[in-house]
């Protein structure tokens, strides 16, 4: 099983529709983040929380927000999806001093 | 602002040969680096990493070389196998802060 799980895989939905993006982990770190990946521009970071009650805004989080549910658990949502927000999204954890751990991501595409 | 580039989207190494992949950073305040490597419809992985109190280090067939004055590090695969194929991500942290600013990506495609 993975230590990085993304639900779901893949999601196709419409223009001004709410959209929630899930990821749970099991290698009890503290740090989660969400990472957007589109072609050319390689990963930028959305949003990050170092604990349930730490919330962090990253480079690109307009349109977006989130929820840290515990400390397995760190969900992202579109409130209202728009065709510029169709890429790849990742969820990663780390416990800070080493390397992030990242889910297989989930392919959205907002038409 | 790209704080990291990797200038170079793509790079075709024969099966055998050495492969170099190559990342800059304008961030004087990082201090950590990181390679990561995609394949596809699968997450990044990491890779090896280097702090900024070294110039080098080596795993196995990985070398990551860090030239702080030029604010340059690469990645050398020796010999590249075909299995090395994937999209790698250079990644770096400043000191104190608990995340990583990536680049954009090179596609590494090794021929037989």
């Known amino acids: 099983d993975a230590d990085v799980t993304q639900t779901p895989r893949n999601r196709i939905t419409k223009t001004g529709k709410r959209i929630m993006l899930e990821c749970s982990q099991t290698?009890?770190?503290?740090?989660m983040y969400w990472y957007r990946q589109d072609p050319g521009l390689g990963l930028r970071l959305i949003y990050y929380s170092f604990d349930v009650k730490d919330i962090n805004k990253g480079e690109i989080s307009d349109g977006y927000s989130v929820s840290r549910q515990a400390q397995a658990k760190f969900s992202l949502s579109l409130e209202s999806a728009i065709p510029n927000q169709t890429a790849l999204y990742f969820c990663?954890?780390?416990?800070?001093?080493?390397?992030?751990?990242f889910g297989q991501g989930t392919r959205l595409t907002v038409v | 602002d790209q704080q990291v580039k990797q200038n170079s989207p793509s790079l075709s190494v024969q099966e055998g040969r050495i492969s170099i992949l190559n990342c800059d950073y304008t961030?004087?305040?990082?201090?950590?680096f990181l390679w990561y490597k995609k394949y596809p419809a699968e997450g990044p992985t990491f890779l090896i990493s280097?702090?900024?109190?070294?110039d080098k280090n080596e795993d196995g067939r990985f070398t990551v070389f860090l030239n702080k004055s030029a604010k340059h590090l690469s990645l050398h695969i020796v010999p590249s196998q075909p299995g090395d194929s994937a999209v790698y991500f250079c990644?770096?942290?400043?000191?104190?802060?608990?995340?990583?600013?990536f680049g954009q990506g090179t596609r590494l495609t090794i021929n037989p």
């Open positions: 280097i702090s900024s109190i070294k």
């Open positions: 990644a770096a942290r400043r000191w104190g802060a608990q995340k990583l600013v």
């Open positions: 961030n004087s305040m990082f201090d950590y």
């Open positions: 990663a954890t780390s416990t800070g001093a080493t390397e992030a751990f």
């Open positions: 290698k009890g770190h503290d740090r």
